[in-house]
């Protein structure tokens, strides 16, 4: 009776040592007598007892690595690289992760030869490159990387999901020359740039000044035409009332040199109330005024005639 509890127990241990839990995420590798046999996917699983073992366990998800390297350029410039890689399994089919499970002994030397593979080929794409071209360069150096290693990783079972490089530095030396182009090109952009703000505002500055003259002189022709206009006008509204007062007095029998008179003494009083303080000379001699009402009088005698 103890013998068959004994048995019954041990079967019943035997069974439950052939149920294996699988994680999310994860795929078991079973082996046989050291051959692959099978895998099993995620959930409870059951494997032969004492025939079957559990190999390994592979992690479909997402992995991620940080590398930083060295390369060198065409013109022997050392450029320092810090990139972020994510890689995953490329397939959860039982070949992809047959080849997972089979292609290197452990996971540090896979690590070893996806680190070596993507540094080499960022090394020889930037040995073709000049040193000041680098830095454009970024995405090209991505592409470039991802497009040959996604090949190689294939064979092994995964796949290159990203490529990230989040740092270019090149020796302090470098760095410097760099930095002293970069503010020497700023310094003569801002030179050309306050240039040329220069030469537009002196232009626009000579437009205004061309124009407010010929504006202004414009303004002074219209304003010495009128003036002359005004001048001609009074000058003939003089001569006319002149010949008028004439004409009258001739023909009521006076003598014109009234008239003369009369304007001299006005002329002389106009002067000494308008003159401002300002100095007049006139010769106030009978000969002289004989002879300024003579010129006036011919003035007379000129319009009378027309």
């Known amino acids: 009776m103890i013998a068959g509890y004994i048995i019954l127990a041990v079967v019943l241990i035997i069974i439950f040592s052939g149920l294996v839990s699988v994680n999310q995420g994860t795929i078991a590798v079973v082996t046989m007598f050291g051959k692959y046999r099978r895998i099993l996917m995620p959930g409870l699983n059951f494997k032969i007892p004492l025939l079957e073992s559990i ?17 060198v350029t065409y013109d022997q410039a050392n450029v320092y690289f ?11 089919d039982a070949s992809t992760i047959q080849k997972v499970a089979f292609k290197f002994i452990n996971d540090r030397e896979l690590m070893q030869a996806l680190v070596r593979t993507i540094e080499g080929n960022v090394r020889s794409y930037v040995a073709s490159k000049r040193q000041a071209e680098i ?3 970024r995405k090209d150096i991505v592409n470039s990387v991802k497009e040959e290693v996604d090949h190689v990783l294939e064979d092994w079972g995964y796949h290159l999901l990203d490529l990230q490089i989040n740092d270019i530095t090149f020796d302090q030396v470098i760095m410097e020359s760099m930095s002293r182009v970069v503010a020497s090109n700023n310094l003569k952009a801002a030179a050309e740039n306050e240039g040329q703000a220069l030469l537009i505002t002196k232009t626009k500055a000579a437009e205004a000044e061309g124009n407010a003259i010929k504006i202004s002189a414009e303004a ?6 009128l003036r002359g206009q005004g001048i001609a006008l009074f000058r003939e509204e003089v001569a006319r009332g002149m010949s008028d007062a004439a004409l009258q007095m001739k023909k009521a029998d006076m003598d014109t040199n009234v008239i003369l008179f009369s ?11 308008k003159g401002n303080g300002n100095v007049i000379f006139l010769d106030g001699s009978s000969e002289g005024m004989q002879k300024t009402m003579k010129q006036i009088m011919s003035m007379v005698q000129m319009k009378l005639s027309e």
Do not use: G, H, P
């Open 55 to 71: 190999y390994k366990r592979i992690s479909i998800q997402n992995r991620s690595i940080e590398m930083e390297f060295q390369a």
């Open 82 to 92: 810090k990139t972020m890689l994510l890689y995953a399994v490329m397939a959860s």
């Open 135 to 137: 830095l454009t360069l």
């Open 220 to 225: 002074e022709r219209d304003a010495a035409q």
């Open 263 to 273: 304007m001299w003494t006005e002329a002389i009083q106009e002067f000494a109330e």
